[in-house]
């Protein structure tokens, strides 16, 4: 399968545990983004790399969230003592660069990383 | 703030009765509206990118428009394999340039 990987697909926790979950993305990709999904809503953009620079993270992502991408292929996203609004889905997904300038073209998601915090 | 609303929340469809979700959209300038369908445990596959006001777009029974408020995904002849969350999001101009504000989706159901 060529497509984005996601793992583990499901996490339980109990609060104050730290959680780490990988992406592997689709392997010619430079791109690769975090999304946060809860249930009944849309999926909420943590952050962003090109290669392994981290370029843009969001203010839904506190100093509790870190994510990486060392040499710029799978990317990590760890959660450190986590509390129950942490629970949801991590849709991790990549991208080529687009063809057409400043625009994000079509992005890959993964099936998701479900968290639920006990 | 970004902001996009899609309409109705859930609808349900006979198999074969055409019909029309919603996102409505207010951005300081649109540099891209895309659509995308998501199946239930999984993740976001993409189905259209817009670029500007008039401009369409089709694919088998799915086709997307765009004006400068708002986006119509049209649905002709639905099969119960279309049962999904259609999802909207927009990649505003200006400000950052890697990420997408989705709504809450819309949840089709198509009965056979």
């Known amino acids: 399968d060529t497509g984005v990987s996601q793992n583990p697909r499901h996490k339980i926790t109990k609060r104050g545990q730290n959680v780490t979950f990988r992406c592997d993305p689709i392997s010619e990709h430079n791109r690769l983004y975090w999304y946060r999904q809860t249930l009944g809503q849309g999926p909420e953009f943590l952050t962003y790399f090109q290669n392994e620079a981290q370029l843009e993270k969001s203010r839904l992502l506190s100093d509790r969230f870190s994510a990486e991408r060392p040499k710029g292929s799978f990317s990590t996203l760890e959660i450190q003592r986590t509390e129950q609004g942490d629970s949801a889905m991590y849709l991790c997904a990549s991208s080529l660069r687009p063809r057409r300038e400043g625009a994000l073209g079509e992005l890959f998601f993964g099936e998701g990383s479900r968290l639920t915090v006990l | 703030e970004d902001q996009v609303t899609q309409s109705p929340e859930a609808l349900r469809l006979q198999e074969g009765e055409s019909s029309s979700l919603n996102c409505s959209y207010t951005?300081?300038?649109?540099?891209?509206l895309f659509w995308y369908r998501q199946d239930p445990g999984k993740g976001p596959e993409f189905l259209f990118t817009?670029?500007?006001a008039g401009e369409e777009k089709e694919k088998e029974r799915l086709k997307a428009t765009l004006t400068k408020k708002e986006s119509f995904l049209h649905i002709t002849a639905p099969k119960p394999e279309d049962s999904a969350t259609y999802l909207c999001?927009?990649?505003?101009?200006?400000?950052?340039?890697?990420?997408?504000?989705f709504g809450k989706g819309t949840l089709l159901t198509v009965n056979p």
């Open positions: 951005v300081s300038g649109l540099r891209g």
């Open positions: 999001a927009v990649q505003p101009r200006g400000g950052s340039n890697y990420k997408l504000t």
């Open positions: 817009l670029y500007s």
